[in-house]
């Protein structure tokens, strides 16, 4: 007879065997474009419509990360082949390292700071990130978080009913997974946190025609392959991202959609992710087409920053090798892409320097920009800020920050912030030509 232990046990393979084979897909909610209580947090207010600030080849940039999937395994999807023919795959973009936290920590703020663990981590306040950079020139911008309960949430995990299974809970919510949750410059400054939103606020937002000009998306744990595979994601895209590029209020007609994934999962070619350029800000006659410069997540900052006239980090943004904007985008900027004929590793876990790095050889302290350093907008500086406000009451691990549920102070502050950037703009237009710099965008 198996003794208690031996069967535990036993379930336990058979569960991990069940999770790693059959799960099928099961919508989170009935549409993208409705709420749900799948999505944990409620949501009672959306953003205000953004005023637009125009760049050079697109006013919207939404990034989507999926999870652990090596280029050729996304590539034989027939979801991806499908949308490949809608946009640009770039077939040499790379991720930064392994394991999953260093790559959306790199996203947020053009460093790994030598991490290489999922550990709970926390970057300095004064140590700056992209919103920074898209505060300073008005250009709004959000973070969507499906599973995450709250904005500005802190939790290392947040466990939600299992809708896949009908019962039991699974940690669908993943702070590793989220951009810009480790910098303290974003989570401990209340109107920022209250821009780290979950995927109910994503359905208001979206449509009350609010979605801001700057995104960043992570589908909760099984719908970004994390837990599952490239079937279960493959299915989550055509429930999701598909339906949403034939919606005006998603992709508008200057929008860029990044999908990608945050690192392969075998390793052997060097961090090869799929890497897809999509929406409407994609020239037609570029359907279809492959880019084979070398790209890494450092691209979701520069691309930016040469489209809007952002300035820059100072970390890894401004190193010419791994920064790389993206070829249609560099071509309409004059952007000069470097060809990259020996790529650095980024697939072994011990290489790069920094506050965080597990070797103590390699433990640098934080260290400020190189103030010095070239941005990829050549009018741009690098910026710092050494005395952001913070309020380290929402420094509060597990529990819901007041941000979130309060009456509306997202649009009280919104309100301000437009009547500011509106009074500056009239008084560039009256000294200037006849040219209206914003626009509402619907
Ligand atoms: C982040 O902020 C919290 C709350 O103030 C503080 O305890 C923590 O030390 C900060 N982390 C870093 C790395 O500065
Ligand atoms: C990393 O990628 C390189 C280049 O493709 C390959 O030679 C090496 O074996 C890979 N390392 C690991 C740990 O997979
Ligand atoms: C730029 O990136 C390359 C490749 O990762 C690296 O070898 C080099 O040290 C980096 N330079 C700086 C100044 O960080
Ligand atoms: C942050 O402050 C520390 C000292 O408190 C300083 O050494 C460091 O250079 C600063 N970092 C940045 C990015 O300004
Ligand atoms: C918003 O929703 C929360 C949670 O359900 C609720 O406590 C709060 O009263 C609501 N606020 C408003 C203004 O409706």
Redesign the pocket.
């Known amino acids: 007879m198996f003794s208690l232990r031996t069967a535990v046990l036993l379930l336990a393979s058979l569960r991990v065997a069940f999770a790693a084979q059959s799960v099928a897909f099961v919508p989170p909610s009935t549409s993208p474009t409705k709420p749900s209580p799948n999505y944990v947090g409620?949501?009672?207010?959306t953003l205000p419509r953004p005023i637009i600030q125009h760049g050079i080849v697109f006013d919207q940039m939404i990034v989507v990360n999926l999870e652990n999937t090596d280029f050729s395994v996304a590539a034989s999807s027939p979801v991806f082949q499908q949308l490949a023919r809608q946009g640009i795959t770039y077939t040499n973009s790379h991720g930064l390292a392994h394991p999953s936290e260093p790559n959306y920590m790199g996203q947020g703020g053009a460093s790994t700071f030598g991490l290489f663990s999922d550990d709970f981590e926390d970057i300095p306040a004064n140590v700056s990130s992209v919103v920074d950079l898209l505060e300073e020139k008005h250009i709004s911008w959000a973070s969507y978080q499906e599973n995450m309960p709250c904005n500005g949430y802190n939790g290392k995990t947040f466990a939600s009913f299992n809708y896949l299974t009908g019962s039991g809970t699974d940690n669908f919510y993943a702070r590793k997974h989220n951009q810009l949750a480790m910098y303290n410059s974003t989570k401990l400054n209340p109107r920022r946190a209250g821009l780290m939103r979950n995927y109910n606020d994503f359905a208001n937002d979206l449509n009350a025609a609010a979605l801001p000009q700057y995104i960043f998306m992570t589908p909760n744990i099984v719908n970004d392959a994390h837990d599952t595979d490239i079937n279960f994601a493959s299915a989550y895209l055509e429930y999701f991202l598909i339906p949403l590029l034939d919606n005006p209020k998603f992709n508008g007609p200057r929008t860029l959609i990044l999908l990608t994934f945050d690192e392969d999962e075998t390793g052997p070619e060097n961090n090869l992710i799929f890497t897809l350029a999509l929406g409407n800000a994609v020239p037609k006659k570029l359907h279809g087409t492959t880019d084979n410069t070398y790209l890494t997540h450092y691209t979701v900052l520069t691309t930016p920053q040469v489209n809007w006239g952002l300035n820059c980090l100072g970390r890894q943004d401004t190193n010419k090798t791994m920064a790389n904007v993206l070829g249609f985008v560099a071509e309409a900027t004059g952007y000069k892409n470097l060809v990259v004929k020996n790529p650095p590793t980024t697939n072994d876990t011990v290489a790069i320097p920094g506050p965080f790095s597990p070797i103590a050889s390699f433990v640098t302290p934080w260290e400020g920009p190189d103030i010095h350093a070239k941005c990829a907008n050549p009018k741009g500086h690098v910026y710092v800020n050494n005395n952001p406000p913070v309020n380290p009451d929402l420094y509060n691990n597990g529990q819901c920050p007041q941000v979130?549920?309060?009456?509306?102070p997202l649009l009280e502050w919104n309100t301000e912030f437009d009547a500011q950037i509106i009074a500056e703009q009239r008084k560039f237009h009256a000294s200037s030509f006849d040219f209206e710099p914003f626009e509402r965008i619907w």
Do not use: V
């Open positions: 409620q949501s009672n207010f979130a549920f309060s009456s509306n």
